[in-house]
């Protein structure tokens, strides 16, 4: 069973803090990794994609990646309570399907 | 447009019922998805359909159709559905196949009473 985990959390954090999350994978052949990030009664919205090990940014977004460990983290700098939500991590398995983690659920304390 | 848009946005019907569910996009996405979301879950997938044609159905009850009717569209078509299938019903779309990031529409929040 191919798997992408995540801790559920809640993860709280406070106000300017840096949040990280993490994700792990099964799956040794995956190729494309996500960040969803999902409102509650929302749909998920895509703030993240890496493909090369290493790091990449975006504002206040950094995507870590690390193909030998299979394992996947999202940064947020100067978290803010509109950061406030589920995080998704999701992986390309190697029959191409996005398969989702289950989530970790973000609380930024003001 | 960077949207993909679904409708409607919420539906109730009876097991008897026939219901149909409504994606589209004009974002020139080659790949649609349909996904399941129960609450407090993440999304499953259901169905893919690349350049129009159905690539995957992730063994999913026939009382679920999907319908590709042209490259913007994506259809749901719901028959004789039971109460567990009460959930968020959401579309997707990739510039290719499963290798981009998805958009996702707001999705149909569905109860079958």
């Known amino acids: 069973q191919k798997e992408v985990e995540q801790n559920s959390g809640p993860l709280s954090v406070p106000e300017g803090a840096i949040a990280s999350l993490n994700c792990t994978y099964s799956d040794r052949v995956s190729q494309s990794f996500f960040w969803y990030r999902q409102y509650s009664g929302k749909s998920p919205e895509l703030i993240m994609s890496?493909?090369?090990?290493g790091d990449k940014e975006d504002g206040r977004f950094t995507a870590q990646l690390n193909k030998a460990s299979q394992y996947v983290s999202l940064l947020i700098r100067d978290s803010q309570p509109s950061d406030s939500a589920t995080y998704l991590c999701a992986v390309n398995d190697s029959s191409y399907k996005l398969i989702f983690g289950s989530g970790t659920r973000l609380l930024v304390r003001p | 447009d960077t949207e993909v848009t679904q409708t409607p946005k919420h539906l109730v019907m009876g097991m008897t019922n026939k219901k149909s569910l409504k994606c589209e996009q004009h974002?020139?996405?080659?790949?649609m998805y349909w996904y399941k979301q129960k609450a407090k879950k993440p999304p499953e997938l259901m169905f893919v359909?690349?350049?129009?044609?159905?690539?995957i159905n992730e063994s999913v009850p026939s009382r679920f159709s999907p319908e590709c009717p042209n490259s913007s569209l994506l259809n749901l078509h719901l028959h004789a559905l039971q109460p567990e299938d009460s959930a968020l019903y959401l579309c997707a779309s990739s510039q290719e196949p499963y290798t981009d990031g998805y958009t996702f529409g707001s999705g149909t929040r569905l109860t079958v009473v």
């Open positions: 890496i493909y090369s090990n």
């Open positions: 974002m020139g996405h080659r790949a």
């Open positions: 359909y690349s350049y129009e044609k159905l690539s």
